[in-house]
């Protein structure tokens, strides 16, 4: 590891760092501690201790180990307490007596080599002799005080150790006799923060101070003499004589601002560090407001007893409050400081005014920076290599140059304007030092990091975070008629919500453009679903490209300006989570792609021969407006090796084939690309990485760039590939870092809410999102006892009915004293019921949206608000139905209205209707459809339901199901209405159910397939249509057209082949072959079985192409020669001439691996045949040919051959490829030198139908010498380019002999394979 630009040493711990005279300096940070080696002039990261489950707390030098090294102990929130070998990094010993406790401190005693005693937050201590591993845990003074804050034991008394706690009490206790109190230090108010004791075992310096021996108890515990200092949240320091435990001297902390700022006197903000060189003795350190380091000397004046460190140079100390101070590398003179500045310095004691130093010994204006949050982003600028910016969970950009000698850590941070965690970067391809980034809350701006200009904001947000961005040519929407501007750059943006921004100024002062809708509008094609959300976007650094992710594991390629769909590539099953395209300008490279996404697999694709592609297809469209988009399913080449999603990948400036990547298994992987090898694995991360930079060579001495991977342990770690020691990454560590821990402490927070059941309620560290309902969350809806919902429901139907009384009676004459009483009485309803009647309708209005079909308590509740009046109503509605059942004729009950709905109950049939119908309508009004429905069932209005639910779209299958009792007519109508519905709600199979049941079975098979249930459409359309009926046709092809896109290659042939298309099926077969990086037995099954089907239907010549394709691009690069020669033998004998090329191919494959052995284990999957060492004669084709063979022809076909054997360029194969590649020219070059010496003698030469004149042969003999010399031109660039020694043969005495037609092709052969 070259370098580490670590995380935050813990905040408000009192020793949470400490360093020993051998020269080492280690700091905790959250669960790991760090190690510097600060011997040299330039400290270097010296390792780090991983091996705690949680934050460690406290560390502390001082044990010894056998080579007199002294050990390191450290202590966690896992309540585990670790000796560790700083030089192995392992632990020697460890205990766990505090149990699930967390150990807030601990110290190594100076005066003992195998003590170190600890405390936890419940106020326990363990003593723990580390020589014979023994514990000792008790708790000081019974108890009474139980929150420690901090633990210093004595430099001259081993057994004596001071106790701080946040009562502000401090103890000295004697750890010989169990924790024994012999002073109680009583004065303090507030909080402990640190304790240290006097260099010098005297108290001397105060005997003025001290009362006089006449006024002294004497006891055995006078004789230790020792000075204690404490500091406390209270702003004070206190001086402690230990032989009398008393408060000797109080110094509070002066308020005058040393920075010309003004001092908080929030005391929650305010930590007070101590330290006391072993040298000074009368002098000690304690940290002060804003950052102020300060030099006591307690035996000076009043006046005169403090310094300031660095006070003529205050901005180059610490910016905020300090909260450790630890020895240097020389105890005597330098002190080493940790701060809420994120920043360690180094201090000299020898010079108090001088500014502080940077570690590395120089004066600088940071210190030694480290980061307080998951590092997110890491971008190098494209104008200076040597500067790279840094997006951090802690809200700040830093900007690392890193070419500066004399600092290698000078940092910059940019935090103005940014306050969330900074997510993405992008530097400006043109404009130095223009820096955009985005932020967790959808912020996306731009700084200039050369300036102390605050950053410009955009006015446009993103819903959520802004993973990524790129800076791309300005694009436009083709309906506007914009003409392109030239060398406009806009920032382009992807937020978590799917949607990508063009931000069309760099000022950012302009409204953001919907990428999406530009992409939508310009691209009409119908066969590519356009609505995925947007999960990555990456330009090409030629602005040409935009390679855009989405989020069903597809990415698209559009070119500029105008963002057409040149390519979708769909490799990946999951989310895209990084794109990188190739950094090379000028060769075949620039056309690479590689993505990563949420699953562990790495897919390069080269797109050079799809882009040229569709460029000329652009064109065409301009002529006809069709353009059909191609969907590559087969990659270049595959990377597979990590054990978990891909965060990050990026390519080696230096080196075309190159490429490393970041991955949530803790590991950053280097690979060689071409060969799809890995070639070094770096794991000292320990957490999941999300970023990874490679940064190119900045001299010759280098053998590759430094790789820079940022991971969420808070650290960037800088190392080189040829350094590391593993090659792939680790099969066992499929979770890392902090998803174990996070786990752990969720698990524990939620066992403390369980035992607060009767407190209130704690918060979750992650709270689940309430579901809002309509604007309101289901928790504001108040809880309503069942009483009061009734009540309220009686009250809001009197309401009701009250509100249609008062309309109905501005229309009636009021005659009757009874009315005007009725009247009266109405208008007593108080204001309470009517607000709670109200407040019923609202809730249910509101809820409306969300259930379709309400439910009510009472199916008729303008009956029951009337039954509900005052008793004088009820009085008369008695009276009434006693004289209708006395006299119906004179005494008819009429129901008009709401007054008297009621007594339909009670009265006749034609009340009852009447009832009934004013309760239907009232229903209908406030949407009770459901019961209205079943009002007008019990009427016997069958149509009245059926239409009214029609009308509403609240069809159901109990409604429909009623329909036929009032007529076939009705039933089709409700159905096809149903079925409609039901497309609507998303339910399609449902929905075709109802179709079918009304003969519309084309209808139902054109809604399955157009909303993807291809396998229950295909069924339907065997069952009930005709084998050649189009919309089965179309049906399978659409279904065949799906499955290719998603790969299932075989089941898609399967489709195509039902509808009597061999030649699609035969190709959708042979698809599993197209394009892939490695062929094996899989791919030559698939083109076997290409040319079976084709051979099935008859089709000769497309059974022989997918023949030659299995032997040419599967069989001779893979040494599947047996599997080759069983395809010779099933199209024998159009094929008979390749047996001998295969025998040639073989025994040359063979004779370079007796060459050279290192070879065979690559070769491990050839399969051999039985050959007889490939020697070629013109027996051995005659008696393969026949006796009358067409050499010409013959020629012909070998050189047809050789072209379809699509070969990648030479430099891009790997050596296995470039072995099968050599032997297939050489194999078909030597049995062509037979050929053509064998057809130049005059009883051979069968001219076929072309005569066998003068001017005939010659003509022949002229093309043969042209294909001739396309053999050999094409072996000579293969052995030119191959830079192989075991390739490297000589063909020459070949070559000589290609125009003696005196020499025989047996001779040839041998001669040439003997030389090799």
Same mark, same amino acid.
């Given at each position: ?5 670590a995380?935050s040493?813990v905040w408000?711990?009192s020793?949470?760092?400490d360093?020993?005279?051998?020269g080492y300096?280690?700091?905790?940070s959250r669960?790991l501690?760090?190690l510097?080696?600060i011997?040299?002039?330039?400290p270097?990261?010296y390792?780090i201790?991983s091996g705690?489950?949680?934050r ?5 030098f001082g044990?010894?180990?056998a ?8 202590g966690?929130d896992?309540g585990f ?5 700083i030089?192995t990094?392992k ?10 406790f967390?150990?807030?401190c601990l110290h190594?005693?100076?005066a003992s ?5 600890s405390?936890?937050e419940?106020?326990?201590?363990v003593v723990?002799?580390?020589d ?6 008790f708790?000081?003074d019974?108890g009474?005080q139980?929150m420690l804050?901090?633990?210093?034991c004595?430099?001259?008394h081993s057994?004596?150790?001071a106790v701080g706690?946040?009562?502000g ?5 004697d ?5 024994n ?9 507030n909080?402990?923060?640190?304790i ?6 005297s ?10 021996p006449n006024n ?10 020792s000075i204690v200092v404490t ?5 004070t320091?206190?001086l402690?004589?230990l032989s009398?435990g ?5 110094i509070?902390?002066?308020?005058? @601002?040393s920075?010309?700022r003004c001092i908080s006197?929030?005391s929650s ?8 060189p ?7 350190l ?5 950052g102020?380091?300060?030099?006591w000397?307690v ?9 300031i460190l660095?006070h003529?140079a ?7 409050i ?10 005597t003179k ?10 360690i310095?180094y201090?000299?004691l020898e ?6 130093h940077?570690l590395y010994g120089l004066?600088t ?5 480290t980061?307080?949050?998951f590092?997110?982003?890491?971008k190098?600028s494209p104008?200076d290599p ?11 950009i830093?900007?690392w ?6 600092n290698?850590?000078?940092?910059t ?5 940014i306050?969330e965690?900074v997510m993405?970067l992008a530097?400006?391809?043109?404009k130095?030092?223009?820096?955009a ?5 959808g912020?996306v701006?731009?700084?200039d990091?050369?300036s102390?200009?605050?950053?410009m904001?955009?006015n ?7 993973y ?5 040519p ?8 914009v003409t392109?501007?030239i060398s406009?750059?806009?920032l382009y ?5 799917g ?6 100024s ?10 999406n809708e530009?992409?939508?509008s ?9 609505t995925?959300?947007?999960s990555e976007?990456?330009w090409?650094?030629d602005g040409?490209?935009?390679a ?11 070119r500029?300006p105008?963002?057409?769909?040149i ?7 999951k989310?895209?989570?990084c794109l990188a395209?190739?950094?090379a ?9 590689a993505s990563?996404s949420?699953?562990?697999v790495?897919?390069i694709?080269n797109l050079n021969h799809?882009l040229?592609?569709q460029v000329?297809a652009?064109?065409?469209?301009k002529n ?5 988009i191609?969907v590559?399913t087969?990659p270049?080449?595959t990377?597979?090796g ?10 080696n400036?230096?080196s ?5 990547s970041a991955?949530?298994?803790g590991?950053?992987?280097?690979w060689?690309v071409l060969?799809?090898?890995p ?5 000292g991360h320990d957490?999941r990485?999300l ?10 001495d280098?053998r590759?760039?430094l790789?820079?991977?940022?991971a969420?342990?808070y650290a960037?770690?800088?190392w080189?590939?040829e350094d590391q ?14 998803t ?6 969720w698990?524990?927070?939620n066992k ?9 309620p704690?918060?979750?560290p992650?709270p689940a @999102?309430t579901?809002h309902v309509?604007?309101l969350?289901h928790d504001a809806k108040?809880?309503?006892d069942s009483?009061?919902?009734?009540m309220?429901?009686?009250r809001k ?5 009250e509100i249609?009384l008062?309309t ?6 009021i005659t009757?004293?009874?009315d ?7 208008s007593?309803?108080s ?5 709670a ?5 609202a809730?249910l209005?509101d809820n409306?949206g969300?259930?379709?079909?309400r439910q ?7 009956s029951?608000a009337?039954?509900?009046?005052k008793?004088?109503?009820l009085?008369?509605d008695?009276i ?5 059942k006395?006299?119906?004729?004179n005494h008819?009950?009429t129901?008009?209205?709401a007054?008297n709905?009621?007594l339909?109950?009670y009265?006749?049939?034609l009340?009852?209707y009447?009832m009934?119908?004013?309760?239907d309508q009232h229903?209908r009004?406030t949407?009770?459809?459901n ?16 239409e009214s ?9 109990q409604?429909?199901?009623m329909?036929p009792?009032a ?5 089709q109508?409700a159905s ?6 039901l497309?609507g709600e ?6 075709s159910?109802?179709l079918?049941a ?7 098979i054109?809604?399955?397939r157009n909303?993807?249930h ?9 069952a009930?249509l005709?084998?050649d009926d189009?919309i089965?046709i ?10 290719q ?8 042939a399967k489709?195509?082949a039902?509808i009597?298309?061999h030649?699609s ?6 698809s ?7 062929l094996?037995r899989?791919e ?6 290409s040319s079976?089907?084709?051979?099935a239907a008859?089709?000769k010549?497309?059974?022989q192409?997918?023949a ?5 691009s599967?069989?001779?690069t893979?040494g599947q020669w047996k599997g080759a020669n069983?395809?010779?033998?099933l ?16 025994y040359?494959?063979e004779?370079?691996?007796?060459q050279?052995?290192k070879?065979l ?15 070629v004669?013109?027996s ?8 009358n063979?067409?050499?010409?022809s013959l020629?012909?076909e ?6 379809s054997?699509d070969?990648?360029t ?6 296995k490829?470039?072995?099968?590649q050599f032997?297939?020219?050489?194999s ?12 130049l003698?005059?009883n ?6 072309d005569?066998?004149?003068?001017s005939?042969?010659a003509r022949?003999?002229?093309?043969t010498?042209?294909i001739f010399g396309?053999?050999f031109?094409?072996?000579k660039i293969?052995l030119?380019?191959?830079?192989m020694s075991i390739v490297?043969?000589?063909l020459q005495?070949?070559?000589n002999?290609?125009d003696?037609?005196?020499h025989n ?7 040439s394979l003997q030389?090799?």
């Open positions: 590891m070259e370098a580490v630009l995380s040493p408000y711990q020793r949470a760092c360093a020993t005279e051998s300096f280690a700091f905790a669960s501690v760090y510097l080696d011997r040299g002039t330039a270097r990261h390792g201790l705690h489950e949680e460690v707390s406290t560390c502390s044990v010894k180990g080579n007199g090294e002294p050990y390191l102990i450290s966690a896992d307490v670790k000796c560790w070998d030089h990094k632990v020697v010993k460890a205990h766990k007596s505090h149990g699930a967390k150990v807030v190594c005693s100076p080599n195998n003590l170190v005693v405390g936890d419940k106020g326990f201590i723990w002799n580390v014979n591993d023994q514990t000792k845990r708790m000081p019974g009474v139980q804050s901090a633990i210093t004595s430099h001259h057994h004596l150790v706690y946040k009562s009490a401090v103890s000295i206790i750890i010989r006799k169990n924790g109190v012999i002073r109680k230090l009583r004065g303090h108010g909080e402990i923060h640190s240290v004791w006097s260099a010098s075992p108290e001397d310096l105060f005997v003025s101070k001290l009362d006089s002294q108890t004497v006891n055995e515990h006078d004789n230790f003499q500091s406390s949240k209270d702003r320091l206190r402690w004589s009398k008393k408060c000797i001297k109080i509070k902390l002066p308020s005058k @601002p920075k010309g006197e929030d903000r305010l930590y007070v560090a101590l330290h006391w072993k040298s000074l003795r009368s002098k000690f304690s940290s002060s407001y804003n102020d380091i300060m030099l000397d035996s000076m004046a009043e006046k005169e007893q403090y310094k660095s003529s205050t901005e180059l100390g610490h910016q905020r300090v909260f450790n101070i630890s020895s240097g590398l020389d105890p330098n002190i080493i400081t940790t701060s809420m500045d994120r920043c310095k201090w000299s010079e108090p005014d001088s500014p502080p940077h004066p204006l940071g210190g030694l920076p980061l307080g949050g590092v997110y982003a890491m190098v104008i040597t500067v790279i910016a840094l997006g951090i969970g802690d809200g700040v830093r900007i140059r890193t070419s500066n000698p004399r290698p850590f000078d940092i941070s940019l935090w103005q304007g306050k965690k993405s530097w400006h391809p043109t130095e030092g223009l820096l980034f985005g932020t967790e809350d912020k701006g731009v700084v990091v050369l102390q200009q605050p950053p904001i955009s446009t947000y993103h819903m959520k975070p802004v990524a961005m790129s800076w791309g300005k694009c436009y929407a083709q309906s506007t008629g392109p501007a406009t750059h806009c943006t992807c937020g978590g919500e949607v990508v921004l063009m931000h069309p760099v000022k950012m002062d302009q409204e953001a453009v919907n990428v530009i992409i939508s310009n691209n009409s094609c119908t066969d590519l679903t356009l995925s959300n947007k976007i990456s090409r650094p040409e490209f935009v855009i992710g989405n989020d069903d594991g597809s990415f698209d390629i559009c500029a105008f963002l057409y769909i390519t979708r590539v769909k490799v990946h099953n989310i895209i989570n395209w190739h950094t300008n000028d060769t075949e490279s620039k056309y690479w792609i990563g949420n699953s562990s790495i897919y694709n799809v040229n592609q000329a652009e064109e065409q469209e006809d407006g069709i353009r059909s191609p590559l087969q270049f080449r990377l597979t990590h054990c978990g999603r891909i965060t990050s990948l990026s390519w400036p230096d075309q084939n190159q490429l490393v991955s949530y298994d590991t950053a992987q280097v060689d060969d799809e090898e070639v070094s694995n770096y794991r957490g990485l970023c990874v930079l490679w940064r190119r060579k900045m001299d010759d280098e590759s760039g790789i820079y991977s940022g969420d342990d960037v770690h800088v080189k590939m020691k593993d090659k792939i990454p680790p099969k066992d560590k499929i979770m890392v870092g902090y174990q821990k996070q786990s752990a402490q698990k524990r927070k403390k809410k369980k035992n607060n059941r009767n407190n209130d704690q918060p979750s992650q @999102p579901p309509n604007g969350t108040p809880t309503i009483d009061i919902e009734v309220l429901e009686r139907a009197e309401l009701l009915a249609n008062d109905k009676q501005e229309k009636i004459r009757s004293p009874t005007v009483a009725m009247r009266e009485i109405l007593d309803l204001e309470k019921r009517i607000k009647a109200t407040l019923e309708v809730t209005q409306a969300n259930s379709k079909r009510i308590k009472n199916i008729f509740p303008l029951v009337m039954d509900n009046k008793k004088i109503f009085q008369k008695c009434e139905i006693t004289k209708h006395k006299d119906p004729e008819k009950v129901i008009t209205d007054s709905v009621n339909g109950f009265t006749d049939r009340a009852a009447r009934m119908h004013q309760e229903l009004e949407k009770y459809f019961s209205s429905s079943m009002l007008k069932l019990w009427r016997g209005d069958i149509v009245g339901m059926i639910a029609i009308e509403q779209n609240d069809l159901s299958d409604l429909v199901s329909a009792m007529g076939h007519d009705l039933w109508k096809l209405a149903y079925a409609h519905q497309q998303g339910c399609y199979i449902h929905a159910q109802y079918i009304c003969d519309k079975i084309k209808e139902a054109i809604l399955l909303h993807k291809y396998r229950e459409a295909v069924a339907l359309a065997r009930r005709t084998d189009p089965l179309d049906t399978l092809k659409v279904w065949a057209k799906k499955l896109y998603g790969g299932s290659y075989e089941h898609a489709c195509f039902a009597g298309d030649v099926a035969a190709k959708s077969l042979s599993r072959a197209a394009s892939k990086s490695s094996g899989d030559l099954q698939s083109l076997f079985a079976l089907v084709a051979a008859e089709d010549s497309t059974s192409e997918f030659k394709q299995a032997i040419s599967v069989c001779l893979t069983e395809a010779v033998e199209f024998s004998p159009q094929t008979n001439i390749y047996r001998v090329i295969l025998h040639i191919h073989q040359l494959v004779e370079i691996l007796k050279d052995s070879f284990s690559s070769f491990s999957e050839a399969e051999f045949i039985e050959s007889d060492n490939g020697m004669g013109t051995l084709l005659l008696n393969v040919l026949g006796p063979v067409d050499w010409y020629l012909n070998l050189y047809d051959f050789v072209c054997c070969f990648q030479t430099s891009l194969l790997t050596t490829q470039l072995v099968y032997c297939l020219y050489y078909t070059l030597l049995l062509c030198v037979v050929v053509k010496t064998s057809q003698k005059p051979n030469i069968d001219c076929g139908g005569g066998d004149n003068e005939n042969v022949k003999k002229s093309k010498n042209e396309t053999f031109e094409n072996s293969l030119k380019n191959s830079n490297i043969v000589v005495e070949c070559l002999f290609v003696d037609s005196s092709g047996q001779d040839i052969c041998k001669t030389n090799s």
